[in-house]
């Protein structure tokens, strides 16, 4: 069995890891043009679910790197008006699953891909644009890439994420919607200076501000055990220090810590050339949005750098029925892309990777024939895959009442009322922390 993999993202990857060390034969297939394609985007939450595939998909050494280049785990969830005033934290996050390998961590998105390509060179096919399949009369399965090359498996896994051309072919009738909200991201350098602006807990944690008009910031430090220069730090183990001085992944990594800023609200509420304009003319927008902010968040997005600046059009997937499974599926951003309200994206694709990846080595040991094997991952990656899409735009939805002129301020306040009570209530808060761990799999059965 040869199984091709469409994209070199973070499930895609991960796959790739699982199916090597179970003996599979695999080729990953990626458009951009180098290792070093694909270095942005920001801070990525790997949740229990996460960890755990990681984990169970990357040979050890590598989990270990993964976890020695992971910035500090945050410990509070906290959520503030924009005049800096706490309504509800919650804590515990950063604990241990009882197996061991599920944990809460934070990593830089640059950073987790180069872990994920380390060890996989000799899989990775760069600069190989996917146009379109064709089945064959003995049931494999031939790609076909924009450079007029082609190869054959017999197992094709569309990864090629949100703008998937193998579920546009495969899945025609799959939609994405805008969810009716756009995103501006930033990053301001971690110094002296802007950690004035900072309380401990703001520090220390992952921070939701939420303004009126629907405006919500997410403010989210990431400190990295390398120093500006990229030398290990010291003081953070021996082995770790190792670990990264002599990961290759590290020379394609420009991390540094850094204060992730990201704005986000109804598009009909925001500039209908926002996708247009620049980085200086997405900060400027930004400064716009919180002119009667507290002052130390004014500061902060005064010294966003516009370099780093860039528009987010949310989308997300509309649920479909389940299809007549084949020798072709789908896994992560490609079959489920959803907002980023409950921040599960990345680690359901890593669940679905692990889940196919058991599924296939049920293949290769004769335990499970191959179109039975995909239906049942596809049968469940279906519920909990679209479980989550769902949910996920409950908490990013430009339909919503809050980002409406009048009665938004009038949900706002009720949310901040709820919020604050909830907030002088421990057993309560403990309710809610355990409901959201467990839903981003701290007990879940590996």
């Given at each position: 069995?040869?199984?091709?993999?469409?994209?070199?993202?973070?499930?895609?990857?991960?796959?790739?890891?699982?199916?090597?060390?179970?003996?599979?034969?695999?080729?990953?297939?990626?458009?951009?043009?180098?290792?070093?394609?694909?270095?942005?985007?920001?801070?990525?939450?790997?949740?229990?679910?996460?960890?755990?595939?990681?984990?169970?998909?990357?040979?050890?050494?590598?989990?270990?790197?993964?976890?020695?280049?992971?910035?500090?785990?945050?410990?509070?969830?906290?959520?503030?008006?924009?005049?800096?005033?706490?309504?509800?934290?919650?804590?515990?996050?950063?604990?241990?699953?009882?197996?061991?390998?599920?944990?809460?961590?934070?990593?830089?998105?640059?950073?987790?891909?180069?872990?994920?390509?380390?060890?996989?060179?000799?899989?990775?096919?760069?600069?190989?644009?996917?146009?379109?399949?064709?089945?064959?009369?003995?049931?494999?399965?031939?790609?076909?890439?924009?450079?007029?090359?082609?190869?054959?498996?017999?197992?094709?896994?569309?990864?090629?994420?949100?703008?998937?051309?193998?579920?546009?072919?495969?899945?025609?009738?799959?939609?994405?919607?805008?969810?009716?909200?756009?995103?501006?991201?930033?990053?301001?350098?971690?110094?002296?200076?802007?950690?004035?602006?900072?309380?401990?807990?703001?520090?220390?944690?992952?921070?939701?501000?939420?303004?009126?008009?629907?405006?919500?910031?997410?403010?989210?430090?990431?400190?990295?055990?390398?120093?500006?220069?990229?030398?290990?730090?010291?003081?953070?183990?021996?082995?770790?220090?190792?670990?990264?001085?002599?990961?290759?992944?590290?020379?394609?990594?420009?991390?540094?810590?850094?204060?992730?800023?990201?704005?986000?609200?109804?598009?009909?509420?925001?500039?209908?050339?926002?996708?247009e304009r620049d980085g200086a003319g997405l900060c400027e927008l930004f400064r716009e949005l919180t002119r009667t902010w507290d002052a130390r968040l004014r500061a902060l997005v005064d010294l966003v750098d516009p370099s780093t600046c860039f528009p987010i059009r949310i989308r997300t997937s509309v649920p479909?029925?389940?299809?007549?499974?084949?020798?072709?599926?789908?896994?992560?951003?490609?079959?489920?892309?959803?907002?980023?309200?409950?921040?599960?994206?990345?680690?359901?694709?890593?669940?679905?990777?692990?889940?196919?990846?058991?599924?296939?080595?049920?293949?290769?040991?004769?335990?499970?024939?191959?179109?039975?094997?995909?239906?049942?991952?596809?049968?469940?990656?279906?519920?909990?895959?679209?479980?989550?899409?769902?949910?996920?735009?409950?908490?990013?939805?430009?339909?919503?009442?809050?980002?409406?002129?009048?009665?938004?301020?009038?949900?706002?306040?009720?949310?901040?009322?709820?919020?604050?009570?909830?907030?002088?209530?421990?057993?309560?808060?403990?309710?809610?922390?355990?409901?959201?761990?467990?839903?981003?799999?701290?007990?879940?059965?590996?």
């Amino acid at each position: 069995m040869h199984v091709m993999i469409i994209g070199a993202g973070t499930g895609g990857l991960a796959l790739a890891h699982g199916l090597r060390r179970a003996g599979i034969a695999c080729t990953v297939f990626e458009r951009d043009r180098t290792r070093g394609g694909g270095l942005q985007g920001y801070r990525v939450g790997i949740d229990h679910d996460g960890s755990r595939a990681l984990s169970r998909l990357l040979p050890p050494e590598l989990f270990d790197t993964f976890v020695a280049t992971c910035a500090r785990t945050p410990d509070h969830f906290t959520m503030y008006t924009e005049k800096y005033k706490e309504v509800l934290s919650l804590s515990g996050f950063a604990r241990a699953s009882e197996d061991g390998a599920g944990a809460e961590r934070s990593v830089s998105r640059m950073t987790l891909r180069q872990v994920l390509l380390t060890g996989l060179e000799d899989l990775v096919r760069f600069d190989k644009a996917f146009t379109h399949y064709e089945r064959n009369p003995d049931g494999t399965v031939t790609a076909h890439f924009e450079d007029g090359t082609s190869a054959t498996g017999d197992v094709l896994v569309g990864a090629d994420g949100t703008n998937s051309r193998v579920r546009r072919q495969y899945l025609p009738h799959a939609e994405l919607k805008d969810a009716g909200i756009t995103a501006i991201g930033g990053k301001v350098p971690l110094t002296d200076i802007t950690r004035t602006l900072l309380t401990d807990k703001t520090a220390d944690g992952v921070n939701l501000f939420l303004a009126p008009g629907g405006y919500s910031l997410i403010l989210h430090v990431m400190r990295f055990p390398w120093d500006e220069n990229g030398a290990p730090r010291s003081g953070i183990g021996a082995t770790d220090a190792d670990l990264i001085k002599n990961w290759p992944g590290l020379q394609f990594d420009n991390t540094r810590d850094y204060i992730m800023l990201g704005i986000s609200g109804a598009t009909r509420n925001l500039p209908a050339d926002i996708h247009e304009r620049d980085g200086a003319g997405l900060c400027e927008l930004f400064r716009e949005l919180t002119r009667t902010w507290d002052a130390r968040l004014r500061a902060l997005v005064d010294l966003v750098d516009p370099s780093t600046c860039f528009p987010i059009r949310i989308r997300t997937s509309v649920p479909v029925e389940q299809w007549p499974s084949s020798n072709i599926t789908l896994i992560g951003d490609a079959i489920h892309t959803m907002t980023p309200g409950r921040g599960v994206g990345a680690n359901t694709a890593l669940r679905d990777a692990l889940l196919l990846c058991r599924n296939l080595t049920a293949v290769r040991d004769g335990r499970m024939p191959l179109v039975p094997a995909v239906r049942d991952y596809e049968t469940q990656m279906i519920d909990y895959g679209f479980d989550a899409v769902r949910k996920s735009l409950e908490q990013m939805d430009g339909n919503a009442p809050i980002h409406r002129p009048v009665l938004g301020r009038a949900v706002l306040a009720a949310m901040r009322t709820g919020m604050r009570l909830v907030n002088h209530l421990p057993p309560v808060k403990r309710k809610m922390a355990a409901s959201m761990q467990a839903y981003r799999g701290q007990d879940r059965d590996a």
